[in-house]
């Protein structure tokens, strides 16, 4: 069984881009999964984030707090910003440039910290990063979508704020606290939550996009090159950041990671609840989750290579 649930996690790509093939080709199949149920699955995978946690993961927040600092920073001004500036320069109608900007405006997810440590980047600054981004996310996610796209649509930046502290804090809460209730339990249990994160955020990726396939087909080239763009550019920009700061290599890579993956699901799951009237707002989110794990894996395998490189020669 491990072995099958390590071949899924390790092939997290793979099956996110055929679930949403599939749900291309048989739309109707997989609508008569309802939307209702992404945040459940999100509130899930979050659950099992809490579940690996430790305390430990928190100390580098206390003694390292530039480089979380630097990261935060880079993660909630960095990647808004790019979204803004791609859907403005690309003219995106407003449910989509909504949904790029949810997707700028999200935290680091989980996904970063399993891409981070295929990268041999410094995987305690990268859980610290995506730690702090998530807790400051239920404040700043939505403030910063009402400053970029509350001249587009009605943002209720209080309503936003509620949603993740359920979807997202306190599932996470809940899973470190039964982590310290239950430890041998939910240790026997970590050996399986990538894989299970894996199939349940294949699950709303298939669910999203069986629910706008026509849409998407008539308009998906302009929207997933938007994605592309603005992964690319995050994660560039994150690296240069970190080497303009004189980080380590590790550090750099941790830092380049975290600001070009963003919690993609988090942005369905809030277009899903607050913009029902614009349901194509959740295909960015969607489309991210496709194409970053793509593109995270092929980019572990160019950090990893440069990091083993550097360490032969040193």
Not at 244 to 268: D, F, Y
Request: aromatic share 8%; glycine share 8%; net charge positive.
């Amino acid at each position: 069984m491990k072995s099958i649930c390590n071949a899924i996690s390790k092939h997290m790509a793979i099956l996110v881009l055929l679930s949403a093939l599939l749900a291309m080709l048989f739309p109707t199949f997989f609508q008569q999964l309802k939307t209702t149920v992404i945040n459940p699955l999100l509130g899930l995978v979050m659950f099992g984030m809490g579940l690996t946690l430790n305390l430990s993961d928190f100390k580098v927040v206390f003694k390292r707090p530039k480089d979380i600092i630097i990261g935060c920073l880079a993660q909630f001004t960095i990647t808004p910003l790019l979204a803004w500036t791609l859907a403005r320069g690309f003219h995106l109608d407003t449910a989509l440039a909504l949904g790029v900007i949810l997707v700028g405006c999200c935290p680091g997810g989980t996904a970063s910290n399993v891409i981070t440590y295929l990268a041999k980047g410094d995987l305690a600054l990268s859980v610290g990063m995506t730690g702090v981004s998530t807790i400051l996310a239920p404040v700043l996610t939505p403030l910063l979508t009402w400053m970029l796209a509350g001249e587009r649509v009605e943002v209720d930046v209080w309503s936003m704020l509620l949603s993740i502290l359920w979807v997202v804090i306190l599932p996470i809460v809940a899973g470190f606290a039964i982590k310290k209730i239950l430890p041998q339990t939910t240790q026997k249990a970590v050996d399986y939550l990538p894989a299970f994160s894996t199939i349940v955020i294949a699950a709303i990726v298939m669910i999203v996009i069986a629910h706008n396939a026509d849409k998407l087909i008539n308009g998906s080239w302009i929207i997933m090159l938007v994605v592309v763009l603005h992964n690319i550019c995050g994660l560039i920009i994150g690296f240069l950041i970190g080497y303009l700061l004189g980080m380590t290599q590790k550090k750099r890579i941790a830092v380049s990671i975290e600001v070009g993956m963003q919690n993609s699901g988090l942005a369905s799951s809030l277009a899903n609840m607050h913009f029902a009237a614009y349901p194509m707002a959740t295909i960015p989110g969607a489309l991210f989750s496709v194409w970053h794990n793509i593109s995270g894996a092929l980019l572990a395998k160019f950090y990893a290579h440069t990091i083993e490189k550097t360490e032969k020669q040193s």
